[in-house]
Structure formats: structure tokens, C-alpha cells
């Protein structure tokens, strides 16, 4: 179903790791698109990365290519962003979204959203 809760967000030094985690629903984790979206104050909810459930594909947003890692690990029921290289501009409050027919970098095509866990990168 559509309850999202994300955790693993916290405090790290720039170039340091943090790996967050989305748990989900069942059926959620085995029907839906899974997004990992970011928000700084004032600022717009922007895509980060996807993945999707039916072929594996994942897709990034450019500043985080290479740096970030979404998966999936069925037995739990989550979704994973690990987040190494980290970066200030990093800094957010980390949303998991899950989007129920296409996988999209676009906040209109997820439907579900958890309530947020904050990454914190100092410099």
C-alpha cells in the first residue's frame, strides 16, 4: 500500500556516506516505481534517483550520478539510496515516493510520499 517511511538520514562530513532506507508495503514494493526525492528550504522537491520494479532500470539526477545508488532488497521490503561522495548542496530533507504506473523523474507521477528523513553534510 501507500505507507512510505524513510530512515538512515543524519549528520556527515563532506565526502563521507549515509545509506537511507524506504520501507514500504508488500504490494507497494512489488507493483510501484520507487523515487527518492530532495528538498532544501525554500526550495523545490527535486527528483534524485528511481528505480524501476519491472526490468531493474534506474535512472539519476545529473549532480548525483556516480555518487548515488538506488536499490531494492525484496526479502525486507525497502528501498535503499546509498549516498557516498557526499556534499553540501547535498544537504535536504530526503523523500521516498512511489509512483504507481511509470517510472519518472516528475513529482506528479508519485503518488505516495513518506514523511522525510534529514541528510545534513557539513563542510
Known amino acids: 500500500q501507500g505507507q512510505l517511511v524513510e530512515s538512515g538520514g543524519g549528520l556527515v562530513q563532506a565526502g563521507g556516506s549515509l545509506r537511507l532506507s524506504c520501507a514500504a508495503s508488500?504490494?507497494?514494493?512489488?507493483?510501484?516505481?520507487m523515487g527518492w526525492f530532495r528538498q532544501a528550504p525554500g526550495k523545490e522537491r527535486d527528483f534524485v534517483a528511481a528505480i524501476s520494479w519491472r526490468n531493474g532500470l534506474t535512472i539519476y539526477e545529473d549532480s548525483v550520478k556516480g555518487r548515488f545508488a538506488i536499490s531494492r532488497d525484496n526479502a525486507k521490503n525497502t528501498v535503499n539510496l546509498q549516498m557516498n561522495s557526499l556534499k553540501p548542496e547535498d544537504t535536504a530533507a530526503y523523500y521516498c515516493a512511489a509512483a504507481p504506473n511509470f517510472l519518472s523523474r516528475s513529482r506528479s507521477e508519485y503518488t505516495y510520499w513518506g514523511q522525510g528523513t534529514q541528510v545534513t553534510v557539513s563542510s
Open positions: 508488500e504490494r507497494t514494493f512489488r507493483t510501484y516505481n
